[in-house]
């Protein structure tokens, strides 16, 4: 099941902060977070692995939900650099092992 | 240290015609995954090898699609014949470890244009 990102689009001044949350009907395994800027490959940010996590990278931080169903991707203080799509990235187990299933994306414009 | 490298960077083909897309991972890095993003959307999985062994190849679209991995380090994969509905872009990535823990390192992408 893909994790449902929102929201879809969000424009900013630098400066300004967003917040992008990710949310599945089922407890998950893990969540990782990526961003992707025009024609480049998606980065690694960061992944939560426990309920109730905090991490932070700079000035982007996130958190994962005690029941695990729940992230969100805290941007302060947005910076141009910022600009991309983020995805948030869930792990799914199956006969296989895992394997990750991305949401469709949210784009970020930060603009001076 | 080198990162995912793709290769080609872009293709556009014929409908019917063959492509062959390669993947180089970083070194040492045992897993590997295919996805891809049509326009827009999100970045879709396709498959997972762990050294030469196919993990999960669940999200293979259908059987025009082959995915190789020889001796556990580049992999390919192969669309033949293309179709238009396969346009997109093919990412590659490598993690050392896999599962829910593994951070994945991924490649600049192939884009790929059906016409």
């Known amino acids: 099941q893909q994790p449902v990102q929102s929201p879809q689009a969000v424009i900013l001044r630098e400066g300004e902060d967003a917040v992008i949350n990710c949310s599945s009907s089922?407890?998950?395994?893990?969540v990782h977070w990526y961003r992707q800027k025009h024609g480049e490959a998606p980065v690694f940010l960061m992944i939560l692995l426990k309920g109730g996590e905090q991490k932070g990278h700079e000035k982007i931080s996130a958190s994962f939900n005690e029941k695990k169903q729940q992230s969100s991707l805290y941007l302060t203080a947005s910076q141009l650099s910022y600009s991309g799509t983020y995805f948030c990235g869930t792990e799914m187990g199956g006969t296989g092992g895992f394997k990750t299933i991305f949401g469709a994306g949210t784009r970020l414009f930060v603009k001076a | 240290e080198a990162g995912v490298t793709q290769f080609p960077s872009h293709s556009v083909i014929e409908k019917g015609q063959t492509v062959t897309l390669r993947c180089d991972p970083i070194s040492g890095h045992d897993n590997l995954y295919w996805y891809r993003r049509v326009m827009g959307k999100e970045i879709k999985f396709l498959l997972h090898?762990?050294?030469?062994?196919?993990?999960?190849e669940s999200g293979m679209p259908n059987n025009r699609f082959l995915a190789e991995r020889t001796g556990g380090t580049y992999s390919t994969l192969k669309v033949q014949p293309a179709e238009l509905e396969d346009s997109g872009v093919y990412f590659c990535?490598?993690?050392?470890?896999?599962?829910?823990?593994?951070?994945?390192?991924f490649g600049p992408g192939t884009r790929l244009t059906v016409t």
């Open positions: 089922k407890a998950l395994y893990s």
């Open positions: 990535a490598s993690s050392q470890m896999g599962g829910p823990h593994g951070e994945q390192y």
């Open positions: 090898f762990v050294k030469e062994s196919k993990q999960d």
